[in-house]
């Protein structure tokens, strides 16, 4: 016969507010990192005669204590719901005392921490080198 319980699990407490002076210097880093190295390689001009979703913007927005990275495309299809649409392809979290975790939008529809516990700087470059932190 199977036991079922309850069992203790560590949640660590999230810092419910971001400094506003880390706020600020997060946001200027992460601005010069989407004009410089992001959008320059995923935003292109419409094609010619355009019938797949293509990426028009990328852009930030900060959202409780996350950075979200988000990827706006333009739908061009006839038969498509809306003209444009947004999805975030990652996500920096404030973890506390200056430290981050950061997570990409996974195809289930749902967030996925795989890095903890990062300076700024680790987790831009994790974000500028790509992989699965790309639109």
């Known amino acids: 016969m199977a036991r079922s319980g309850k ?3 560590y949640t660590p407490a999230k810092p419910s507010v971001v400094p506003e002076a880390l706020k600020q210097q997060v946001s200027v880093k992460v601005a010069d990192l989407v004009e410089q190295h992001i959008k ?25 204590g996350s950075l979200y990275f988000i990827a706006r495309y333009a739908s061009p299809g006839p038969n498509s719901i809306a003209p444009f649409f947004e999805t975030g392809f990652a996500r920096i979290e404030y973890a506390g005392n200056e ?6 939008f996974r195809h289930t529809g749902k ?8 300076t700024l700087d680790e987790a831009l470059d994790f974000i500028k080198d790509g992989g699965i932190f790309q639109p």
């Open 7 to 9: 069992r203790w699990v």
């Open 40 to 64: 320059p390689k995923h935003v292109e001009p419409p094609p010619k005669t355009p019938q797949f979703n293509y990426i028009v913007d990328i852009y930030t927005k900060w959202r409780g």
């Open 99 to 104: 430290r981050f975790h950061l997570a990409y």
């Open 111 to 118: 967030w996925w921490q795989v890095h903890f516990d990062l």
